[in-house]
């Protein structure tokens, strides 16, 4: 027996609910089973329970046994002071809350359906990669759809929390936050946190001073990115000689350029091409933020972010390595990471924070019009004969994998609970 299936028994009142005692003996009538908390506390919320002739509003815990209240430290925890039942498969010791008094306690033992417990069983000791990929085509497209759609926004939420947290810190500038959002977005996985530092050290407010002048930005960014330093490079110099006077004009520091990672990179993803390519967009894109907020269109977004880096870029990938390169600019799978990444999840979390759906929508309609990514996650399901047609399916199937499938969350997920119905 586990937890997780007793979650899912008093969730959804999966048990035999007539004639319910606690093992005092006193009669149970549930009202209110209570919300489900995912996080530190008390497995239930705001659940009202009648015991004997005694109405309860507060928490419900459930453990496998009894003793496992004392072995998890909840008797001195004050988040499980307001627990008015305690719920249990078997009762193997009293518990009794900070006055000595009995916790009430239901045993669930004996009162469900064994047959839903094999049938969890099977899901989750299958050794598949998708716990119920034996049975998923058998499950009605409705119910696919709307998990599909509850893991996007489920992704959506989980980015939108970072981005807001930094809006938290930038005192709620939504264009400084976009801004940062935004050069993070440029070093995608490898140098996100490294791009995060120099848009962070570099406020906007800076470049929009000089954003009519390419160079300047440039001797900007690379400067306050510590890329310029050590150069013998021509280009490099000249950058760094302008860097030095608007060093000490805004009061700047360098980073410190170990943090950069170069290894294992094509050299279209190395972080001196990108910061190329993020001064470009500075360059020749006033007010952004407002612009992206106006964009419902994918092919005008792609526009937006298509534009080419200076010269030098077009031609290096580092400073004083000259290479011949056919295509300089962002190239279409950058344009879209860019967009699932970095735009979608801002428009989602501006909506949200200002009450205007209208944003939320538009974050998931650009997806709707985007490709299906290919990975080995989405051809998983694919195989399944789910369709990964667009980049809101695709995002959907990637966020089932990461939380619900590969963990065999399978009680957590529509899906899962329909089979085990």
Known sequence: MTEEFLHYLWRFRKFQQLALNTENGEPVSIIQTGIHNHDSGPDFSEAKIQIGEQLWAGNVEIHVSSSDWYKH???GDKAYHNVILHVVYEDDKPVADKNGQPIPTLVLK?????????NYERLVQTQEVIPCAAQFPAVDDMIKESMLERALVERLEMKANAIQDLWEQNNRNWNETFYQWMA????LKVNAEPMLMLARALPQSILAKHKDNLFQLEALLFGTAGMLMDSEEDYAKELNKEFQFLKSKYGLEEMDVSIWKFARLRPPS???????????????????FSKVLGIGSLKVLEQLLSDSPSIYWREHYRFGSEHNRTKAGMGKAFQETLVINVVVPFLFIYGKMKEENFYCQRAMDLLDQMGGEDNKITRIYKNLDLEMDTAFRSQAAI????????????LNCSIGIHLIR
Request: aromatic share 14%.
């Open 110 to 118: 004996g009162l469900f359906d064994e047959q839903l417990y094999w």
């Open 73 to 75: 430290g909840h008797t």
């Open 270 to 288: 190395f972080p001196t091409v990108r910061i190329g390519q993020f001064a470009a967009l500075i360059h020749r894109s006033e007010n952004l």
């Open 399 to 410: 966020q089932l994998n990461q939380r619900y499938c590969s963990l065999k969350k399978c």
């Open 184 to 187: 993070r977005g440029f070093g």
